[in-house]
């Protein structure tokens, strides 16, 4: 039987609240948004919070996706289900819509969060490598005021994030810009699976050539930017041949490790043609942006 230990719970009424509680809860206290991460580690004593702040009737506030100011805005507890069937990221962001119909199960996208999938930093999370080619900025909350970060700088680690005690993320900001196309390719064992290895990818076109291109890597260690496939990118024309460049080097900067999931060899094989894929896909659907 998995029982999680004891703790104290509360539930916030409010962003104020849930930050005024995370200061008196001290380094034990957690936040809960889907549970989807943290209830399996409790139950299985991987975490034991003594203070479980769940953000639940924060919904209305921090589940929204809304443009504003040049950008696409998603609240924090905005739920996988919510983004699948978001029309303006439709419109606008095909990697995210390609990356959520990828995570889990229905059961899951119904209360899972976006918020709760970046901040878990989970090395086979989907989500990050989605947030990162399209150059999201995540917006962090204290009691003193709010401070906007990278993709890049949110991870210090697998399961760490760089968001400090009492500090919350609240947003997640992408900016809108033309001519842009973006996609993720994911392998798994089956339906539902968490990635065996996956990639993302985003191109923006202007005038036939790549004006600025990032690929990003999902399970396959190392840094969540593949820096040098990206730098390769911009500037290039959007030929197979940039793409196959970008792809060996996605491949060789990967840092994969062999488990149940595959071999090492399997998954930078798998970096290789998913970047290959992903980045026909991104230009495909750029190409549509700018005619
Ligand atoms: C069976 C199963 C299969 C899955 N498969 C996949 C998959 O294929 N791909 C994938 O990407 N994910 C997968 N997931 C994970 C799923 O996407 C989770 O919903 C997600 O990882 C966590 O979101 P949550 O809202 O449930 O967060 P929670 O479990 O509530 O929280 C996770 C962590 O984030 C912290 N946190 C939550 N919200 C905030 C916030 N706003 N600010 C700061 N910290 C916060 C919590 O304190 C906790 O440490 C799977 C989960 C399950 C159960």
Sequence with gaps: MQIPAAFEYERATSVEH????????????????????????????LAAPELLIDLDALS?????????????RIGALTRHREILESALIAARFGVFIDAEKLIADPVVRNR?????????????????????????????????GQRTISMREL???????????????????????????????????RVGDWAIAAVAAAVRLDGGTIASGAVALTAVGGDVTAQRASDALTGAPP?????AQAARLAAEDCAPQTDQRGSAEYKRHLANELTLRALRSATA???????
């Design 18 to 45: 849930a930050l005024e509680l995370l200061r008196s809860g001290g380094p034990d206290a957690r936040l809960l948004a889907g549970g989807h991460s943290l209830l399996p580690m409790m139950k299985l004593r």
């Design 60 to 72: 209305d506030e921090l589940g929204y996706v809304r443009e504003a100011d040049g950008e696409v």
């Design 112 to 144: 899972g969060t976006i918020g709760g999938a970046l901040c878990q930093a989970d090395p086979a999370e989907d989500i990050s490598a989605a947030c990162a080619v399209v150059g999201a900025r995540l917006v962090i909350q204290g009691l003193d």
């Design 155 to 189: 991870h210090s680690g697998p399961y760490e994030t760089t968001i400090r005690d009492a500090e919350m993320l609240v947003e997640i900001r992408v900016p809108v810009q033309p001519g842009i196309g973006s996609a993720y390719e994911k392998v798994k064992r």
């Design 239 to 243: 030929s197979e041949e940039t793409f």
């Design 285 to 291: 659907r750029a190409l549509r942006e700018e005619s």
